[in-house]
């Protein structure tokens, strides 16, 4: 399961990975060729609107939903061309390799819309790591600063401001719409490579399920559509009749036509989040991981009756409430009274199925849950309250500086997958097998926890014998088991032995005379430029000390 979802991953890419396709310039707008007419749909009416008649699970009754219309495409530009904007980005990502300097700055370009409140919606990979926004509305040719006011890279998904009245003159706001059904068509608009005006490409959906987010590494729900999402379309709107009905992020590397869309109730929780805390939350977790129990031999020796459904927990994150409360071989049969089948599905609209982590994803923090398992063959519930967890090993790190200490020439730093990135695309299996299996695998002990690792060693007389001993994990320091990098930093600055003693993972030692390699760390940042013995963060957690110390 693991490697089938690296590979995904790897065909997934953010719209602003992937080489842009031109489109056909008409009137100063581009356009996509016309979406084929349904099948279904006599030919000789295709230009004229037409109309599927769709039962609806919840109300078990029969609708009627319009499909498709060449004016829909007229209304999305009348709509797109007073709410979205072109959104130019300079960012500097940091070299976790060389953890104290950025990589070269870069320009990027993507798309958003205004929302309502004088916001600016877009991605969250159109703004991270940036170090100056800028946004232009249509028919303008003025650029106007912009400050990001939110970003939540879990789902992809960033607000901006802007400050000048003078931008806010005679811009619209676009409304949020509900989760289209498939085959409802939709209108992408922004603003992709290869031309300076706005864009419109027409398709219908596809497919509704959680999808892997690539930027954010993460599992929510998702909208495949089959019209073009080219790089500059990220954080564009994808117009449904006269209101918004997802935001383009990413498309299939490898397919034609496959683009993503973020839905609808995505984006109300990421601004309602902001709205009521000020700030980005998360997604809740229930913090589990499950297996399915579609095999007769093991639900029988779980002791289900034949009318029971669900899953069996197979680990629990100790950080997570459920901790406490479900154990090991539980079978969770239903969440908030919702059944949970065989394969981790629940249902969905009309004849259509989700995995049943959706329901936990669109919880709020701190709201409970009530949760119905089956143990030694007894049905009990329990009442969980989720909250989002994070993982022991970050899956990124934008917009922050990496955490460093280096001491006698030995770059201590903690283990994250931002760091394994640096390996290449291919960092699954060009990066240290050890460190990847923890970065992947390994569950949190306790709150706080990082993994350290010794990332390499600037050589010098004090440390030669030593570089072989790199991408080692950090156990001990004089005996004393580590639990972050701030515990490794104390440990080692208020050492008042003679010697300092360091475990490795896999049996090895570090042995330093600690006066020696204190006067040989200043020899060695002279000589290799870095400004500081630490980054900032664990700099102002020595200064507090210090000065908590002298009062």
Same mark, same amino acid.
């Given at each position: ?47 004229? %609107? ?13 609708? %009627? ?58 991605? =969250? ?20 600063? =912009? ?90 709107? =994808? ?27 995505? *984006? ?169 299996? #923890? ?42 088991? *580590? ?16 010697? #300092? ?15 020696? =390699?204190?006067?040989?760390?200043? %020899?060695? #940042? ?26």
């Amino acid at each position: 399961m693991l490697s089938c979802s690296i590979r995904s991953l790897r065909r997934l890419k953010c719209c602003c990975n992937k080489r842009w396709s031109s489109l056909i310039l008409a009137k100063g707008y581009c356009f996509s060729k016309p979406k084929v007419v349904p099948s279904f749909c006599n030919t000789d009416i295709k230009f004229s %609107r037409f109309y599927v008649w769709e039962r609806q699970s919840s109300l078990r009754q029969w609708r %009627r939903r319009s499909l498709y219309t060449v004016t829909d495409t007229y209304e999305a530009i009348e709509l797109a061309l007073d709410s979205v904007v072109k959104i130019f980005t300079v960012s500097s990502s940091p070299n976790y390799f060389l953890p104290w300097q950025n990589k070269s700055q870069r320009e990027t370009m993507g798309s958003g819309f205004v929302i309502p409140g004088k916001k600016i919606l877009t991605n =969250a990979h159109v703004v991270a790591d940036h170090t100056f926004v800028l946004v232009r509305k249509h028919g303008s040719p003025t650029k106007y600063r =912009a400050e990001v006011q939110a970003v939540a890279h879990e789902c992809d998904l960033a607000i901006l401001v802007v400050e000048s009245p003078e931008f806010w003159e005679g811009m619209n706001f676009l409304e949020l719409g509900d989760i289209p059904f498939l085959q409802e068509a939709v209108a992408v608009v922004g603003y992709p490579q290869g031309g300076d005006n706005i864009s419109v490409t027409k398709g219908v959906v596809s497919r509704v399920e959680p999808t892997q987010y690539v930027h954010g590494a993460t599992q929510l729900m998702a909208i495949q559509i089959d019209a073009a999402i080219n790089p500059g379309n990220s954080g564009g709107p =994808a117009i449904m009749g006269n209101k918004v009905a997802g935001v383009a992020f990413q498309n299939l590397s490898g397919a034609e036509n496959i683009g993503y869309i973020i839905p609808v109730p995505v *984006i109300k929780h990421f601004i309602a989040g902001i709205e009521e805390s000020g700030k980005y939350m998360g997604f809740c977790s229930m913090g589990l991981s499950c297996q399915p129990t579609e095999n007769v031999q093991l639900r029988n020796h779980f002791k289900m009756q034949p009318h029971m459904t669900g899953v069996l927990v197979s680990k629990i994150n100790p950080l997570s409430d459920a901790y406490g409360v479900l154990k090991k071989d539980d079978i969770i049969l239903e969440f908030d009274g919702v059944p949970i089948a065989n394969d981790g599905t629940v249902p969905f609209r009309n004849r259509e199925r989700i995995t049943f982590d959706h329901l936990v994803s669109m919880k709020k923090p701190n709201e409970t849950a009530l949760v119905k398992v089956l143990r030694n063959g007894g049905e009990h519930a329990f009442t969980i309250t989720l909250q989002p967890l994070q993982p022991l090993v970050p899956v990124h790190q934008f917009d922050k500086l990496p955490s460093y200490y280096i001491f006698a020439g030995l770059v201590f730093v903690p283990l994250t997958q931002p760091y394994l990135h640096e390996y290449g695309e291919d960092w699954y299996n060009t990066s240290p097998r050890r460190l990847c299996e #923890l970065a992947l695998r390994e569950l949190p002990k306790r709150a706080g926890e990082q993994l350290v690792i010794l990332s390499q060693v600037l050589m010098d007389d004090i440390n030669a014998g030593y570089e072989r001993l790199a991408e080692l994990q950090v156990k001990n320091v004089n005996g004393i088991e *580590i639990k972050n990098l701030k515990h490794l930093c104390q440990l080692v600055e208020n050492c008042s032995r003679e010697s #300092l003693r360091i475990d490795l993972d896999d049996d090895r030692v570090v042995a330093l005379n600690y006066e020696s =390699a204190r006067i040989a760390t200043s %020899r060695i #940042l002279e000589r290799h430029r870095i400004p500081s013995r630490m980054s900032i963060d664990l700099l102002s957690e020595q200064n507090s000390l210090l000065m908590d110390s002298a009062e």
